[in-house]
């Protein structure tokens, strides 16, 4: 009796997965996949829709980018080439950020086609610059799965910025295309330009909207700016969602997010700012808002108080440090000269070090 064989089972699973492999990189649909709202559309219309967008924007084997005349095709390929190669298992071929390993994420790998992104340097409701694109192909978004692509070399990340714009474009245009199919039931040929135009505005418009600060940032920030962020962390309105030690277990902390997700101010405590821990990255949360998200801007809040919002943003880096307990804050931005550096116990911070009385 010879014992029963794994080596054909196996030779047939290794077979499979070298093909499954190797069909991913190649086989690209013909199509890129419309929105629900475009399906929903009568089929002459839909067909219409269809069209237009082909013809504006290409298709995954021979995309185009929204409103250029001669685009660099071979930029736009290695775009497309590792956007299949890195992104697509999350994001989705057509950027619908619905790839099959997106299910079981939280938060939800990005939905390009709203046109909306997180972690911008341009104001509440406005678009990011490409280079806050480029920030977060680069660095990713520490605390969820959104990996940082740093090691690509720099021509690679642009092209990878270029193709997600490109998706990004062409899902606003089909939205723009289906409104105009719904409310006029026809798609006018002179309406292309105009609707192309209402697509791209906002995109060239960002590029002048960066947020810098009302006032400069601190050199340092010293136990008495944590103090001060504390009281208005408490006094703000933060509290309510963030909880009262940044954790977020709060019954307010809980929302939708514009893409129709359960969504949940992080834990401000674990030490994975997801849009940067440089001092001008949580100022500019803080300012700015989150968009698509329950975190709203303070612009206006605390233009009267600038000061406030360095404050806020030395809490918000002293919380976020809390965990790392026995381990020295960084020696910037804080200073060192206090008998507290060095120990940031969570269970202290209430009513220890930060408060306004105690610094
Ligand atoms: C393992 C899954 C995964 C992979 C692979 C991945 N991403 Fe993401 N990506 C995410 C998740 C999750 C988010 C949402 C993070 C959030 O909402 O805080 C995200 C968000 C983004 C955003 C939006 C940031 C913002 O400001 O809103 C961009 C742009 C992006 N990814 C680009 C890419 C590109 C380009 C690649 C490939 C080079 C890629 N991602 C690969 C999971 C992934
Ligand atoms: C209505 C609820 C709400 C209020 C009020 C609120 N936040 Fe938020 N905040 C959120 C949510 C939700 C997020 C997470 C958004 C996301 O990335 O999905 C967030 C994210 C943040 C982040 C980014 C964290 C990161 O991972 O990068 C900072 C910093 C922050 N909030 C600070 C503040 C401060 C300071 C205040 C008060 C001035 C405040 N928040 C008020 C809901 C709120």
Known sequence: MSRPSIAGPCAVAITFLAVALTGCQQELPDHFASSSQVEKLPAELREQVVRILEEHCGTPRAPRPLGIENPDERHVLRGRDLYQFYC????????????PAAAYMYPR??????GIFKFTSTPYGAKPRRADLLR????????????????LPERDREALVDYVLLLTHRGEFETQLAMEAEFEEEIAADVVPELID??????????????HPLTPQPPEFTWQDIAAGKKA???KGCAKCHGEDGRGLTAENIGKDAWGFATKAADLTSGLLHGGNQPIDIYRRIVSGINGTPMPG???ALQNEPDT????VAYVLYVSDVRRRGVLPPAAPFRRDT???????LASTPSGAATPDSP
């Open 88 to 99: 697509a298992q999350c994001h989705g071929v057509s950027g619908d950020g619905a790839g």
């Open 109 to 114: 790998p990005r939905d390009y086609r709203k």
């Open 136 to 151: 977060t192909i680069t660095r990713g978004v520490p605390g969820t799965s959104m990996p940082s692509f740093r090691l």
């Open 198 to 211: 209402r697509v791209l505005g906002p995109w060239r418009a960002a590029e002048s909207q960066e947020v």
């Open 233 to 235: 962390f408490l006094t």
């Open 298 to 300: 303070f612009r206006n």
């Open 309 to 312: 919002i360095w404050h806020l």
């Open 339 to 345: 008998p507290e550096s060095g120990k940031l116990d």
